[in-house]
């Protein structure tokens, strides 16, 4: 569990901060957050909180029937969003407060209503048509093979002007990109290029794996029963089947390696982090190739953990296993796709989450509003959004979208007073908010500065080995981070009861969860219920 020596690039030693940008801050007036409010609170986003990169989910042209995964034009902004030159602004500011600028990339769909694909759809003699993915039904009529979308039912739709089937791995307004022709992806690497020669600094992938699928269009075998711990949440009717011919083709590593080439171009260390959700170590780490493919595909790992130590344990050294010699990891606890993880963990486990996130080896990414503890918002069915939970209820994102809480009182600082957002507040806004807990040495917000700022100061906690240590109570989580002569100490008490450690003489408290708790005796301490501590153990032969 080594971690790689000398020059460590911006993305290794970094933390991420996700911003969706209809929900971050709204300058129009209309209830929507917009690209101005980004930059007007970028002074929150690198002194305040204190992150290193920020990563902007889509602001492109959209219909929005996805919220903006359903892109229109990979190079503008909607309107909705402000203009290209209000994003120009944004990385200029960014870049003057040493920050960096992740974009998201959408490759495996675009919008029905993009200019490729009404030319796609007008002709099949079309100059475009196989641009996108078009087959004949088969001899009764129905859809070429099984597929499923991911979002429910059929990933079919026939088109009766042309007397085809296209193929949407999502909604029927989100048709699959052809990567397998190479004029595709010469337009999209150059839709990459656009932005990185404004000065983008990297790149999350959108659904990176589904752009290359089985040529022969074979179906999906049947999903067997799985055992042990659901690596993922319950995706209703998509479940049935293995997924094994509809993403993930072994070709697209070669797709990787070529757009690797695009960002190396690039001077700058520019960066990409697919978003692939595979649940077998191997397959996964393949995406790192021989450091020529994704700089890391994202590790969803722990999103659906068991909030368990051994649990815990368990897939972190499956990662650090699995992982190339010369590859970084990275964590992520919560996104826009996932349920809020205080809500998930249980908001007592929401500092532990954040010690958890922040400590481990590797690149960490924050979802906005997690630093403040922000529970998953109930969504009415009248004010209910999402696509994917409209059409299958129980999986609705709603809840994890709704508006940054700034202040106290109505608008609460994302919007003007009287203006109703684009998604409700939560019933605790007023006591969850960045005004209220700037002043409370006890909120999850001043626990996420303490841990970023301290995270700066130990270059244990950032390019260091990981260690974990045996002979702790069961419900204890333990590991040791080490770089030169540095080593750092994590305890993780997973169970609500207090939980006894052994120290060794001279160690001496970092951080704990507990912000009362200032000092540690010699010998042992007591980890409270929920409790995580880091710890200078002091002698570097104690542990």
């Not at 190739?289 to 909030?307: I, K, Q, R, T």
Request: glycine share 8%; charged share 25%.
């Amino acid at each position: 569990m080594t971690a790689e020596s000398g020059h460590l690039e911006w993305w290794k030693t970094g933390v991420v901060y996700q911003i969706y940008p209809r929900s971050f801050q709204d300058t129009k007036g209309n209830g929507i957050g917009d690209l101005p409010g980004i930059t007007e609170r970028l002074g929150y986003v690198s002194e305040t909180l204190g992150v290193d990169a920020i990563w902007i989910s889509p602001f492109y042209p959209s219909p929005m029937v996805d919220f903006g995964y359903d892109v229109a034009d990979y190079t503008g902004v909607d309107p909705m969003f402000g203009t290209l030159d209000d994003f120009d602004r944004l990385l200029c500011e960014v870049h003057t407060r040493e920050l960096r600028v992740i974009i998201d990339w959408v490759p495996n769909h675009t919008s029905d209503r993009h200019p490729w694909f009404l030319e796609s759809k007008s002709s099949r003699n079309n100059p475009r048509r196989d641009w996108y993915v078009w087959r004949d039904p088969k001899s009764d009529g129905s859809p070429p093979n099984n597929w499923q979308s991911v979002f429910g039912g059929p990933a079919w739709e026939f088109d009766e002007h042309t007397g085809q089937f296209y193929l949407h791995s999502f909604l029927k307004e989100q048709p699959d990109l052809n990567w397998r022709n190479p004029a595709v992806e010469a337009a999209m690497f150059d839709t990459l290029r656009f932005w990185l020669d404004r000065g983008v600094d990297g790149f999350r992938i959108d659904v990176a794996h589904f752009i290359m699928k089985d040529p022969e269009f074979t179906d999906n075998p049947r999903a067997t029963p799985s055992t042990g711990d659901a690596d993922f949440k319950d995706l209703g009717d998509y479940d049935a089947w293995e997924h094994i011919n509809d993403k993930g083709h072994p070709d697209v590593h070669a797709v990787f390696r070529r757009l690797r080439r695009v960002l190396d171009d690039y001077d700058g260390d520019r960066f990409a982090v697919g978003e692939i959700h595979v649940f077998d170590w191997d397959e996964w780490a393949a995406y790192y190739g021989d450091g020529d493919e994704l700089h890391m595909p994202f590790n969803f790992s722990l999103v659906w953990a068991a909030w368990d130590a051994k649990a815990i344990r368990a897939r972190v050294e499956a990662l650090e296993d699995a992982i190339p010699a010369a590859a970084w990891p990275n964590y992520v606890l919560g996104n826009h796709d996932e349920q809020r993880l205080a809500t998930r963990f249980g908001p007592e486990n929401a500092g532990a989450a954040a010690v958890l996130l922040l400590t481990l080896r590797g690149q960490p990414t924050i979802y906005y509003g997690d630093e403040l503890g922000l529970r998953e918002t109930p969504i009415p069915a009248e004010q209910q959004q999402d696509p994917w939970g409209l059409r299958v209820p129980g999986l609705g994102r709603d809840g994890c979208r709704t508006p940054m809480v700034w202040t106290s009182g109505d608008g609460h600082g994302f919007t003007d007073p009287d203006v109703e957002p684009w998604l409700p507040f939560g019933d605790d806004a007023d006591m969850r908010n960045v005004e209220t807990e700037l002043v409370d040495e006890g909120s999850t917000l001043m626990l996420y500065r303490r841990m970023l700022r301290l995270r700066k100061a130990r270059p244990s906690l950032v390019a260091g080995t990981i260690e974990f240590l045996d002979d702790l109570p069961e419900d204890v989580l333990g590991f040791v981070r080490t770089h030169g002569d540095e080593r750092t100490v994590v305890f993780i008490n997973f169970a609500d009861e207090a939980r006894p450690v052994d120290l060794e003489p001279g160690a001496a408290l970092l951080l704990s969860t507990d912000h009362r708790r200032t000092t540690i005796g010699s010998g042992s301490v007591s980890l409270a219920g929920n409790e995580a501590m880091i710890i200078d153990p002091g002698d570097p032969h104690v542990v």
